[in-house]
C-alpha cells in the first residue's frame, strides 16, 4: 500500500548489491590471456596452468583516502584485484591477478611480531623466491608502517558479508625483463572470530585488455 511505503511500513527494501567490475563478479566467468605471465619467460615464479577462472566469492575493502578495492576470488583463492575511485568500479583502472604461494599459521605471539617487523622492512626475502623490494614507498631506505584495512567478504551479490577480515600487508615488486613486474604481496589476515594466517601471494600486473568477463 502507499501508504505503507511512505510511513515505514511495508516490505524492505531489498539489500544493496555488490559491484560489477568490467563485467566481474559472484558467478561469472573470466578469461585471463596466458600471454600476461607467458611472455615473462622461465624469469617469473607466478604460472598457472589455466586462463579461466570461475568467480565464486567477492571482497570489498574501502581504503582510508577514499578509493576502492574490489577482489574476485576462486575457490582455490586465484584473487584478480581491481583499483577504482569510484565505489561501482566504473573508473577501475589497476588490475592485478595474485596467486597464493604459502600460508602459515603463526604459532606464537613472537612469530606475529617477527611477521609484523619484516612487514616494516624495505625488501622481503622468502624461501625459494628471488628478492622483492618495496613496491609502496620506492627508494626509501627506512622502514615503513604496514598498511592496515579491513575487508568485507560475499559469497553472495546481495545481502551482508559472510566474513570481515583485517589485514595488515604491504606490497614490494622486481623487474623481470625488459618491462615486466611481478608483485608479491605479504598479509597478516586476522578474520573475525578465527584464527590468525600469514599469506604470501605473487602477482602480475594485468591491462584492461589481458582479461574478459
Same mark, same amino acid.
Given at each position: ?106 604459532? &606464537? ?15 622481503? &626475502? ?13 627508494? &626509501? ?73
Amino acid at each position: 500500500m502507499i501508504l505503507g511505503r511512505l510511513f515505514g511500513g511495508g516490505e524492505a527494501p531489498p539489500p544493496p548489491e555488490l559491484p560489477v567490475v568490467r563485467n566481474v563478479t559472484i558467478g561469472r566467468t573470466v578469461v585471463v590471456d596466458p600471454l600476461a605471465w607467458r611472455r615473462l619467460g622461465g624469469e617469473t615464479k607466478f604460472a598457472l596452468d589455466r586462463d579461466t577462472l570461475q568467480i565464486t566469492a567477492q571482497g570489498l575493502i574501502r581504503l582510508d583516502d577514499g578509493s576502492h578495492v574490489h577482489r574476485f576470488y576462486t575457490d582455490d583463492e586465484l584473487m584478480l584485484q581491481a583499483v577504482s575511485q569510484s565505489a561501482d568500479g566504473a573508473d577501475a583502472d589497476d588490475f592485478t591477478l595474485f596467486q597464493p604461494w604459502s600460508s602459515t599459521y603463526p604459532k &606464537d605471539a613472537y612469530a606475529r611480531h617477527f611477521f609484523t617487523a619484516r612487514l616494516r622492512r624495505p625488501s622481503w &626475502d622468502e624461501a625459494g623466491l628471488p628478492p622483492f623490494d618495496r613496491y609502496w614507498y620506492p627508494d &626509501d631506505p627506512n622502514e615503513q608502517e604496514p598498511v592496515g584495512l579491513w575487508e568485507a567478504l560475499h559469497y553472495e551479490r546481495a545481502g551482508p558479508p559472510v566474513r570481515r577480515i583485517h589485514q595488515t600487508c604491504m606490497l614490494y615488486a622486481r623487474p623481470i625483463g625488459e618491462d615486466g613486474t611481478e608483485l608479491l604481496l605479504a598479509l597478516e589476515m586476522e578474520p573475525e572470530g578465527g584464527d590468525v594466517t600469514h599469506e604470501i601471494m605473487l602477482g602480475l600486473p594485468l591491462a584492461p585488455a589481458e582479461f574478459s568477463a
